[in-house]
């Protein structure tokens, strides 16, 4: 079993950055493929971003590459995720999962065994 808590959400102004994180414990998630997904009202759970179990591929949205930086430290059991330039669309209850060797359609998809209880963020314009 694996836990996740996230933090690091708020209210920012759009232009401006946040930093969510999700600390996993139960088992270290060296190995593990972590993801990023967030949910918008009234809209479906969508992919943010992904490190895979190799620690090696990483993987985004369209609508959040070359803005969001998802990275981790393994040795805090922990993964981050680096949000610059907010748009107001990016407002969204985000959510952290973990698994294992997951393959890419299904870390897109949202496969995860294991999912955190959700972090606001709110980009007001």
């Known amino acids: 079993q694996v836990q996740l808590v996230e933090s690091g959400g708020g209210l920012v102004q759009a232009g401006g950055s946040l930093r969510l994180s999700c600390a996993a414990s139960?088992?270290?998630?060296?190995?593990?493929?972590m993801g990023w997904f967030r949910q918008a009202p009234g809209k479906e759970r969508e992919f943010v971003s992904a490190?895979?179990?190799?620690?090696?591929?990483?993987y985004y949205a369209d609508s959040v590459k070359g803005r969001f930086t998802i990275s981790r430290d393994n040795a805090k059991n922990t993964v981050y995720l680096q949000m610059n330039s907010l748009k107001p669309e990016d407002t969204a209850v985000y959510y952290c999962?973990?698994?294992?060797?997951?393959?890419?359609?299904?870390?897109?998809?949202?496969?995860?065994?294991?999912w955190g209880q959700g972090t606001q963020v709110t980009v007001s314009s």
């Open positions: 999962a973990a698994d294992g060797s997951l393959s890419v359609r299904a870390v897109i998809g949202g496969q995860f065994n294991y």
């Open positions: 490190s895979m179990w190799d620690t090696v591929r990483t």
């Open positions: 139960g088992r270290s998630i060296t190995t593990y493929t």
